[in-house]
């Protein structure tokens, strides 16, 4: 299955393409406790793709927010999504702070507009327009956030599904630049005491068994990093003796650093109050501190920050992670030189109060030689301080976050009910640690939306089962959310996740595992294709390799390896003899047997000798062919060759013409060749009647084939 959600932010719009099994080939693959498992969802970088600005800035002219806007993020979608599978795939729209600042009407009208448009220019699945275009709020965005980190952590998936307990999930922390959200399960004491308070979160596992989940969830407006820091620099203001231009110094920018109000570098014609960075880092944090408004009146206790409400965090069980702002002001800049990634407080300041300390022309030039990397520039390097002192404050001073193991608090008596006492105890983990992805995925809210989505696809294995969704821990039912999911069969023998799939992932496969040793192949090929460009080298090669076969091989030559390597190689060579001496010890396994067959009844491969054919175990007779005695080629006696050209033909030509054309084959030995052929005897073979050596059998003429006649 497909899924496709657009995170529509104040800055851009991003696209987020997820795929998952359904549900029948999943639990068809599942075995043991993964059954008992959420669906398991996949995406990739290349699924996401993201646009600026965002659709806040299309709310005076809805019409084009389709074709100025959208269209690059649905044609992005379309492309990835098999197209035998769009209409089954949803799509959803889910609009954050930018289009939350917007006046009702024009966050209606906007809304309308998209929905409208992606209905008629695309084939997704959009059946209910207020369920899947929608503004979120910061509550809920903090729900699907906290669905993702604990899916991603698998704070959902128990070692024993059949006990009564299950293990605690992790707390989720995320901050951008107007806002923060905050999301956990409380204990099992906070969760009774505050069960008004309460988010239920209800998901269906792989078998078709519902899970819940009781979560608090809350978000602070005011209390991202853009907006702390303008509120920050009005304390300043307040705070100065005069409101005439002046220089105002700022102990949350590195030393000797000069921006406007809003933070730009001033130019040589700027009059306007300025900011002058003192780099005093320790001033800068009790500076910030004032902003958690934590003296704020609290009329339902417990509160953490601004007066707002939150149930008592038991920080023996309650782990968070955090994300966004929090995963950059701790990484961006000072894990790229440090190899440990883990968030330690009095590690962390430490090294910014080293960063925030430096004269800033000194960090100007280590921007510009990329010391902490490409992508820290002068802008991330101006703000980290105050960012880190913000952040610094909200964990520690505000959430209340344990600076160290010791600050842990013991847990009273009545901080837990007994079936969470009675649970096995977890590995112990840090109270908070910053994370950006888990596994190669990204941990955003997106993500806890789709698993929601899929979730609900599974069909349950009890009629009676409450919808997947969302909604008041004790409120009405019809202030619940379902997930938006079509619970229809599906057949697990579909070719949605076959043949697609298979072939896409064998493409990734093939692009990723271009590795260096292929590259070197690549060389070593084009290297010896260098050196064997010429013919007479590739011949030598050829020539070498074939040296090494067996002159006395009875097997014919078959078109194999080296037949065609001749083509390329060059012509084959001429065929060669071996000369056995009758005196060599050696000789005897070269003597033939005696053979008694008719001597009619020869076959080719031993009554016939063909021009380019290896001898046998026996060298070729030479018939009808007279040599001259007084050849000078010759010493002694002259010598008849033989007919073993395979012409039937007597040639008029004389020996030496022969032997000079390398057609004449010496058959014997010159030590044993005393033979005296008479005059008159033209058309006697040499030797006949007798053996080339000891033990040799005589061989007869074919009958097939006569000489032809001299005129």
Not at 557 to 562: A, D, E, M
Request: charged share 25%.
């Amino acid at each position: 299955r497909w899924g496709v959600i657009l995170d529509a932010g104040s800055s851009g719009t991003r696209v987020h393409v997820y795929r998952w099994l359904n549900s029948a080939r999943a639990r068809q693959n599942a075995r043991g406790v993964e059954l008992f498992n959420l669906p398991d969802l996949e995406t990739k970088p290349s699924y996401t793709k993201k646009i600026h600005p965002g659709v806040s800035a299309y709310a005076e002219i809805p019409s084009k927010v389709g074709p100025q806007h959208l269209q690059e993020l649905l044609d992005h979608a379309l492309a990835i999504v098999p197209a035998n599978q769009i209409r089954d795939t949803p799509i959803f729209l889910m609009a954050t702070a930018g289009v939350r600042l917007l006046e009702p009407t024009k966050q209606n009208a906007l809304l309308s507009e998209i929905c409208s448009y992606a209905q008629k220019h695309t084939e997704f699945s959009l059946p209910d327009c207020n369920l899947h275009i929608q503004v979120i709020p910061g509550e809920t965005e903090g729900l699907y956030g906290w669905i993702a980190a604990n899916y991603l952590l698998k704070g959902f998936q128990s070692p024993n599904p059949t006990a009564i307990t299950k293990p605690h999930t992790y707390g989720f922390l995320d901050m951008g630049g107007a806002s923060a959200q905050l999301a956990f399960a409380p204990n099992a004491t906070e969760t009774e005491k505050h069960a008004n308070d309460l988010k239920l979160v209800r998901m269906r596992t792989l078998n078709g068994d519902t899970i819940e989940y009781k979560v608090f969830t809350t978000t602070w407006l005011g209390f991202g990093v853009n907006q702390a820091r303008e509120r920050y620099v009005s304390s300043l203001m307040d705070a100065s003796y005069t409101k005439d231009p002046h220089e105002l110094l700022d102990p949350c920018l590195p030393s000797g650093l000069k921006t406007t109000m809003d933070g730009k570098l001033p130019d040589d014609n700027y009059h306007g109050t300025l900011l002058l960075g003192t780099g005093l880092f320790d001033e800068c944090l009790r500076k910030t501190y004032p902003l958690l408004d934590k003296d704020a009146p609290c009329t339902d206790q417990p509160c953490l920050l601004h007066g707002q409400h939150v149930p008592e965090i038991d920080w023996n069980i309650n782990h968070f992670v955090g994300v966004s702002e929090y995963w950059y002001t701790t990484h961006e800049v000072f894990a790229s030189i440090f190899k440990d990634k883990k968030y330690d407080l009095m590690t962390y300041k430490k090294r910014v109060k080293d960063f925030c300390s430096e004269e800033w022309h000194d960090i100007h030039q280590n921007v510009k030689a990329n010391k902490w990397g490409k992508n820290v520039d002068s802008k991330v390097a101006q703000q980290i301080c105050f960012k880190a002192s913000w952040l610094i404050s909200v964990l520690h001073d505000g959430i209340g976050v344990p600076r160290t193991a010791a600050e842990k608090p013991v847990r009273a008596s009545n901080s837990t009910k007994d079936i969470v006492s009675q649970a096995k105890p977890r590995i112990s983990l840090d109270s908070f640690q910053a994370i950006n992805e888990v596994g190669n995925m990204e941990v955003s809210w997106t993500l806890g939306k789709m698993v929601l989505y899929a979730a609900g696809q599974i069909p349950p294995s009890d009629k009676r089962a409450l919808p997947v969704g969302f909604g008041p821990n004790l409120g009405s039912p019809e202030a619940f959310q379902e997930a938006g999911s079509n619970i229809y069969p599906i057949l697990a023998s579909s070719e949605e996740d076959s043949w697609t799939e298979a072939a896409e992932e064998l493409a990734e496969q093939a692009q990723f595992r271009f590795t260096p040793g292929f590259l070197f192949f690549l060389l070593l090929i084009s290297f010896f294709g260098y050196i064997f460009r010429k013919q007479d080298r590739r011949t030598r090669l050829y020539r070498f390799l074939h040296r090494n076969r067996r002159y006395a091989s009875t097997r014919k030559n078959g078109r194999g390896f080296l037949y065609y390597g001749c083509k390329y190689f060059g012509s084959r060579g001429p065929i060669g003899y071996a000369k056995v001496l009758d005196d060599d010890e050696n000789a005897a396994q070269f003597e033939l047997g005696e053979n008694e067959s008719d001597e009619n009844e020869k076959s080719d491969s031993s009554g016939r000798s063909q021009i380019g054919r290896t001898s046998g175990l026996a060298a070729p007779k030479v018939i009808g062919v007279t040599i001259d005695s007084s050849n000078p080629y010759f010493e002694g006696g002259g010598v008849s060759s033989g007919d073993s050209l395979g012409l039937g033909i007597k040639s008029t030509v004389n020996a030496n013409a022969f032997h000079r054309a390398g057609l004449a084959v010496r058959a014997e030995s010159r030590e044993r060749s005393n033979l005296t052929v008479p005059n008159n005897s033209s058309r006697q073979a040499v030797g006949a009647g007798r053996r080339s050596r000891t033990g040799s059998p005589t061989r007869g003429k074919i009958p097939t084939l006569h000489p032809l006649e001299e005129d």
